[in-house]
């Protein structure tokens, strides 16, 4: 798990969304540590890497250049196995990857880094991630694998006997609808499709994007209509599959050719996609769409869709808040670092 954070002088946590365009820490952590050493044995890793900052992203690669192999997206394993010499992360995005340690030999240490992307602020050591250390494998190896696959299989859709159709096997053909989706700043507000938020409560939450049926295969592009900065959108309830880019010679990326739900729209970026919302319709309702920077999110760039009727599963209603009676005292401290002061 990636973030990043600012401290004040005292330890405690600094906030800056710099004019509400996201957070940027100078401070890198990996699962919570700053960046970690940890030790490996001369083996075949896998690691699920998940960007849990507040706004930056990150193109991790490792310090001589060698590939890490993508085997898994947000949502799924991808159909073949990708060698990559680094990978763009966006806020929420999840990565699997292998690394292939079984080369080097106890002592040798190995960092990942990021190359960073643009329209982050980065500092001195932002540039940095964490180390592995190679340490003897004393072990039997049993549960490692002996090789990096080339393909692999994800099991089919879960509910194919309802129609769901895997989401890697979705075809152009296949959609009956194309939507757009449009991100962009509009008079100092965080806009999707000209629609903040507050358009949404305004409406009674009745204002939708789009109002898709039950297992349905639609076809939607999103935009980044801006060259200032980027947005990793995040569409919930379904997985889709990126079939086109107006970069990279219109192909998806290679760590992006699996299932996804979290897209990121780079600078002047459009990304195609086809999904199929497979839910019945008493699993419909409404569903989020928002860029999951979280300031963008915060000040309210979100939208709503719903799936077959959207009173039903009404989160208005579902679980209405109830009052805790627990005193505040019955709740842990809040976490104090154990740095001092200055550090």
């Known amino acids: 798990m990636l973030s990043d954070v600012l401290f004040q002088a005292d330890g405690s946590l600094a906030y800056n969304d ?72 966006g806020t929420a995005e999840r990565t699997e990857i292998l690394i292939d340690f079984r080369k080097y030999k106890p002592g040798q240490t190995l960092d990942l880094r990021n190359l960073s992307n643009k329209n982050n602020i980065d500092f001195p050591n932002t540039n940095k991630i964490m180390r592995f250390q190679v340490v003897a494998d004393s072990g039997s190896g049993t549960g490692s694998i002996s090789s990096i696959p080339s393909r692999l299989d994800n099991g089919g859709s879960p509910r194919a006997a309802q129609g769901g159709i895997d989401t890697m096997s979705l075809t152009p053909q296949m959609a009956t609808v194309k939507r757009q989706l449009r991100f962009e700043r509009q ?6 499709n000209g629609v903040i938020w507050d358009d949404i409560e305004r409406s009674g939450f009745t204002k939708l994007f789009g109002n898709p049926q039950p ?26 599959k990126i079939i086109a880019r107006n970069t990279n010679g219109g192909k998806p990326f290679a760590w992006e050719l699996g299932p996804k739900d979290v897209f990121y729209a780079g600078e002047n970026e459009s990304i195609t996609t086809l999904m199929q919302f497979d839910a019945t319709p008493q699993e419909g309702g409404r569903y989020m769409i928002h860029c999951h920077n979280l300031v963008h999110e915060d000040h309210d760039m979100m939208v709503q869709y719903a799936v077959a009727d959207l009173r039903t599963n009404n989160p208005i209603t579902a679980d209405p808040p109830k009052h805790d009676t627990l005193p505040a005292t019955a709740f842990p401290p809040v976490y104090r670092p154990l740095f001092p002061a200055g550090t």
């Open 215 to 240: 297992f349905a295969v639609e076809q939607w592009t999103i935009t980044n209509q801006s060259g200032g900065w980027f947005h990793p959108v995040h569409i919930h309830l379904v997985d889709a």
């Open 18 to 89: 710099n004019g509400e365009k996201g957070l940027w820490g100078d401070i890198i952590l990996v699962n919570g540590v700053p960046w970690p050493t940890m030790k490996v044995k001369p083996r075949i890793y896998r690691f699920r890497v998940l960007d849990a900052s507040i706004a930056r992203s990150y193109r991790p690669t490792l310090s001589n250049g060698e590939p890490v192999y993508i085997v898994g997206t947000d949502a799924g394993i991808t159909p073949l196995v990708q060698a990559v010499s680094s990978w763009r992360l």
């Open 187 to 192: 008079n100092g507000l965080w806009t999707i």
